[in-house]
DNA sequence: TAGGCCATCTGGTCCT
DNA sequence: AGGACCAGATGGCCTA
């Protein structure tokens, strides 16, 4: 073989190996794209990071571990700092945003028993669940809607024979969406209501308007359904 | 503009 | 020999 048909080739090999290369990676993307689907905080447009993503997934897995040791579940400040260890600030208020409590209360002050909730998402003022400042000024309540219990209900409740779990249904994503700038966004409809697992939060009026607001991240609940812990802060009803 | 995140290319190593 | 896996380098994009 010359030089150049040997150098041909080793090019031709090269450039095999780097298509190759390319799909191994996109497969990766494709699993961490299904365990994005399958943590608590799930948005299409706000994407958790990949290490962020693998962080969130290893704290949920050892809540659902300490769920299977203790047989109980845990209060909802345990959870959640459990679920927010070692994430970014970002991602904290992600959560936070999710569970609709002030991040800062759980992580900034280890050991205080209480804790507040209120609604963390401001309609007019910021871009979207993940922004810090987005809880300490006006905001418009959230409400969670539809029964929920997670890949784990059945430690807890039987399970819905009518609705798949999350791990073996394909898309959980709303219906609509904003998103970080609050464009609405057309989705394929899934009606969160019949589900006995998903669950979303979304904005709900103040007195002064009637319309619904949905935006994207939505949260499982990995608890089981039921006897839910419910909580009402300044006329928000939260149900964990 | 700096920093974070990501996709891609590349060469090295290990395994079959 | 060839493929899978890995980590470093690089450049693009986005956001604060």
């Not at 150098?7 to 095999?16: G, S």
């Not at 994407?47 to 845990?74: D, H, Q």
């Not at 791990?167 to 006995?196: Q, W």
Request: charge should be positive; aromatic fraction near 8%.
């Amino acid at each position: 073989m010359s030089s150049q048909a040997r150098l041909d080739r080793v090019r031709l090999r090269r450039i095999e190996a780097n298509a190759r290369e390319r799909n191994r990676m996109h497969s990766l993307n494709n699993a961490l794209d299904s365990l994005r689907k399958v943590v608590p905080c799930y948005s299409k447009t706000q994407k958790l990071s990949k290490i962020e993503t693998l962080r969130l997934a290893k704290n949920y897995i050892c809540v659902l571990g300490e769920i299977l040791r203790s047989g109980k579940k845990p209060d909802l400040l345990t959870f959640v700092q459990t679920l927010c260890k070692g994430l970014s600030q970002p991602t904290t208020n992600l959560v936070a945003g999710c569970l609709q409590l002030n991040a800062r209360s759980f992580t900034s002050e280890p050991g205080v028993e209480s804790f507040s909730l209120y609604p963390a998402y401001n309609h007019h003022h910021h871009h979207g669940p993940m922004s810090e400042s987005s809880s300490v000024d006006s905001v418009r309540p959230l409400r969670a809607f539809g029964s929920f219990c997670g890949p784990y209900g059945p430690l807890y409740d039987s399970p819905s024979p009518d609705c798949p779990s999350p791990l073996d249904a394909g898309t959980l994503s709303p219906p609509m969406s904003f998103n970080g700038i609050f464009s609405l966004k057309n989705e394929e409809a899934v009606d969160y209501r019949s589900c006995h697992y998903g669950l979303r939060y979304c904005s709900i009026s103040q007195g002064h308007s009637t319309d619904l607001d949905p935006y994207d991240i939505h949260l499982r609940d990995v608890l089981g359904s039921k006897g839910p812990n419910d909580f009402k802060v300044d006329g928000v009803n939260i149900s964990f």
